[in-house]
């Protein structure tokens, strides 16, 4: 991440208001510009190809099924992104760069394998129950594959610290996406929820395929280790749990809230909750700022002090491991409450402005109800991920599974006692859920720094650990006898 904090570095310490919007703004880029490029590609070709005059129910079976193809987008790369991120940085460590595009094809072929297990039935059952058009079915199918490609293939563009060219890989395919669909509608006189769909499927597969073009060109060994890749992955399944269970946390509360009274079902298949998905989307977006705010703060000052405390465990005295070791930790308390503290203002100024804003479009009754409680459980939420995630960096596969099995479990349990509720307490499943997470991870964490020095010094073998015959306990032979 060095690369990072050296840009950053070079923006904010200019002192000056120029230079703190520039840091800003590419703080912006190399966080949620991807995920904003998408939302705006898709507002725009609503409002140029006449989507309100659609009919209802081709509307909301656009809109559910581009819902779905995200979610499960996500759930379905999920399993793989921590534990290969993982492998991938202790080869770039270890320099053996020949072992990047093995890992690559074997995980792609595992993720491509488990999006069909959950897609290829619900197509199926699209096709023969809900009587969507086979064509439709299959775009969409398509369009699936096509968005977990690119969560995977821009995994390892991340590993690589590319920030910049994913966003600029993302523009292109939207613009790509944006003048393919108003071609298809006005050249060739497809429909305009097909058009929409097919230009977003072209779009992202354009997208995944200059990513995966850019790491061939960087990685071009290739050393057909897939057997080392799949011991790898059994070592540490550890992560894969902690990385879906935190995932599956995430969209949970949603699922809960699809089988009550705010349900509402289209073509058979798609099941949502109009009302809370809406409220749960402005509650997320209202504290997304924390993603760049934690960006900004450990690449600039945590992975510093990190590096020093890795370098005195590799070769210093034990006066530097303890100093560099409290300097360390003392930054990491102080940079989460800066955290704290940075979000709930941003959050508190856009939860009010979000009020009027809703209100002013005619957003009112469940939305405005649900939408309070929500913000707060998503304020807790982004707070407790970089705790999650500082589990993952001191190598704690233990406390990260915990916390994402209690973020998921709770937040289950607590939307459905919450189910039969009112509106206004809807959203307390997720702020539950993210307390108990936080709550956890945080102690977790001072534990951890409690016991550093076992954690880091007696872990370790002396003697390889294979499987086989046990040798014999018998040091010298006796010769008395």
Known sequence: ?????LRLNKFF???????HIAGAGYSIV????????????????????????ESYYEKQLFQNTVLYIFIFSLLASAPLNAVLSRYISDVIFEETYADIMPCYYLGLLIQTLFCCLMGIPFCLHEWLSGGVRPAYVFISFCCFIALSFIFYTMMYLSICKDYIKISLFYAVGSIISLFLSLFLVYYIGISVCMSMLLALTAGFLITASLGLALLTQYFTEYSHQYKKILKHIAKYRKLILANTFYTLGLFVHNFVFWTSDLQIRTAGSFVCAETYDYASCVAMFTNI?????????????????????????IGGRLLDIQKTGMRMFRLLADELMSLVRIQFIISTVLFLVSLIVLQRFGYTGTIIQVYPCLAAGYFILFLMYPVFLFLYYFNDLNGALYTGCIFCLMTLAASICLLNTSPVWYGGGLTIGAFAGWTFSYFRLCRLEKHMKNHI????????????????GQVYPDTQK
């Open 30 to 53: 190399i966080t949620i510009a991807p995920m904003l490029l998408v939302i705006v590609t898709l507002i725009i070709m609503q409002r140029l190809l006449g989507y309100t005059q």
């Open 13 to 19: 310490n200019k002192k000056s208001m120029s230079s």
């Open 1 to 5: 991440m060095a690369g990072v904090g």
């Open 289 to 313: 700022s924390a993603s760049i705010i934690f960006i900004v703060l450990v690449e600039m000052k945590f992975n510093a002090r990190y590096k020093q405390y890795s370098e005195a465990i």
């Open 457 to 472: 010094f007696c872990n370790g073998t002396i003697i390889k650990q294979v499987s086989g015959t046990r040798p014999s």
